[in-house]
């Protein structure tokens, strides 16, 4: 049975950081590219970052370039992202994903960590 198991989510003034962390059991997780998206309420869940496999190549949406860094573990099982210089509008709910090397879509997802950010 795969799980992937975020954390790290919480409050935290805008200017301020947090690092989100997904723990994923059941697959290899080195056969899986990783992606963090997020939902905030009244809005569709968006993309935020992914990373491929060997952790070699990644790619960030337009809002939180230059803010957020995704990186992994392999050892650990474990994706993460570290955002920094939060704003208010990156309150919502993160999710992280698993995508099969060569599957089209995301295969596995996450519950989701809520973070919260005060202005």
């Known amino acids: 049975q795969v799980q992937l198991v975020e954390s790290g989510g919480g409050l935290v003034q805008a200017g301020g950081s947090l690092r989100l962390s997904c723990a994923a059991s059941?697959?290899?997780?080195?056969?899986?590219?990783m992606g963090w998206f997020r939902q905030a309420p009244g809005k569709e869940r968006e993309f935020v970052a992914y990373i491929n496999w060997r952790g070699r190549s990644t790619t960030y949406a337009d809002s939180v370039k230059g803010r957020f860094t995704i990186s992994r573990d392999n050892a650990k099982n474990t994706v993460y992202l570290q955002m920094n210089s939060l704003k208010p509008e990156d309150m919502a709910v993160y999710y992280c994903?698993?995508?099969?090397?060569?599957?089209?879509?995301?295969?596995?997802w996450g519950q989701g960590t809520q973070v919260t950010v005060s202005s």
């Open positions: 059941g697959l290899t997780f080195s056969d899986y590219g």
């Open positions: 994903a698993a995508k099969y090397v060569w599957a089209p879509d995301y295969n596995y």
